[in-house]
């Protein structure tokens, strides 16, 4: 049995919207998400177990590394099109998918600010699914908020001295290197590393056993006396909080994405099931609908305006916070509502409509929360 049916076509297909170039990745993400069982989706987060051969597969078919030019291996296709398949991976919650999207978010950096030699070691060898990514920001006393950190640096000889813990790191249980930001104690000011997993000083903390986002290796990465060589410093001395932010903002409009997925898998099943039950037609019924399918299609046009943007030059962290805010919480009201519409069957595991409610509440917490989005997006208009 497969996730679901064949994909419904959305209104944006009718509308043509897309490139013929776009809508080729589209149809590789149905293709791909129609090959993965039902049953491993549902095992995936039953177990909390990541999918590592998924991962490699979706990369054997270039969506590795999907927005990155072919130079370092990347497939040379825009961000509409990466959104495109996150769309598609969130609407049947296929395992790998916010994986995939952290995996793409920490070859930005090294592609913006890495010297020749971090992108030759780094970028082919993430494109392929050899090696996975991880983003290390989050900390137990700090969230994602870059002017808290403390894990420390200390320059050493040919080294710099890691000690600090990041939590709730995506893909940490599983990645072979981390995008690491930390302070340096000889000015306090934040740079940025790339860790490998076998960088003496360098271990797995605990590994969390979450209500949503589950199947991702979600762990506590832990710096006890690591070394890491001073060529794996990215960007110059002080440029940490640069390199986060401008790789954030991107990937706010992926998360963005992956909840208009969401949003739009749980109206589809919830349509599916009131039409079978021939419950569809009741007054009420429809008005909920109604606002529901307006609730996915502006998160839609939102984030894919982001996107847009970001393909344009022109990123643009306000919109994309926008659509993050937008998408996540369309997400749990269209989740949530699905739930109420259905009763009972809302929440049978096969309908996914649960898992969405459940990932759906993360979505609106994890790279920054959506209360602190709407903060900056008012900071925005008072400046």
């Not at 269209?334 to 069957?345: P, R």
Request: hydrophobic share 40%.
């Amino acid at each position: 049995m497969m996730t679901t049916e064949k994909s419904p076509v959305t209104r944006a297909d009718r509308l043509k919207l897309f490139t013929a170039e776009q809508l080729k990745w589209l149809e590789k993400a149905r293709q791909f998400a129609d090959s993965v069982p039902l049953a491993d989706v549902l095992r995936s987060d039953a177990e909390n177990s990541f999918r590592r051969d998924l991962f490699e597969a979706a990369c054997k078919e270039g969506l590795g590394a999907l927005p990155f030019p072919t130079t370092y291996g990347g497939s040379g296709g825009d961000y509409v099109s990466f959104c495109l398949v996150n769309e598609e991976f969130g609407k049947r919650c296929i395992p790998i998918m916010s994986s995939l999207g952290v995996h793409v978010l920490c070859q930005e950096p090294v592609y913006r600010f890495g010297t020749e030699a971090q992108k030759n070691k780094y970028l082919p060898p993430s494109s392929t699914g050899k090696y996975l990514a991880a983003f290390g920001l989050t900390e137990p006393n700090a969230g994602s908020d870059t002017a808290a950190i403390e894990t420390n640096a200390i320059e050493s000889g040919d080294h710099f001295i890691l000690n600090g813990t990041k939590t709730f790191i995506t893909s940490g249980g599983s990645a072979d290197y981390f995008i690491v930001m930390a302070r340096l104690k000889e000015d306090s000011a934040i740079a940025s590393f790339i860790v490998e997993k076998g960088f003496p000083g360098f271990a797995i903390g605990q590994k969390f056993n979450m209500l949503g986002m589950r199947g991702y290796a979600t762990c506590e990465i832990v710096f006890n006396d690591c070394r890491v060589p001073k060529e794996n410093m990215l960007g110059a001395k002080g440029e940490g909080r640069k390199v986060a932010l401008s790789s954030l903002a991107k990937g706010r409009v992926t998360i963005a994405a992956q909840a208009t997925g969401w949003a739009q898998g749980a109206l589809d099943a919830a349509v599916k099931v009131l039409r079978e039950k021939n419950l569809a037609d009741c007054k009420d019924v429809e008005l909920q609908l109604g606002e529901l399918a307006c609730l996915v299609e502006s998160a839609r046009v939102l984030m894919y305006q982001a996107a847009y943007s970001i393909d344009r030059g022109q990123s643009d962290a306000v919109l994309a916070g926008m659509a993050k805010v937008q998408a996540t919480d369309a997400a749990m009201k269209v989740s949530t509502d699905a739930i109420s519409l259905l009763g009972a069957d809302g929440i049978k595991p096969e309908l996914l409509i649960e898992r969405i409610f459940r990932d759906a509440k993360a979505g609106q917490i994890y790279e920054g929360t959506n209360q602190i989005q709407r903060m900056l997006i008012a900071r925005s208009l008072l400046k």
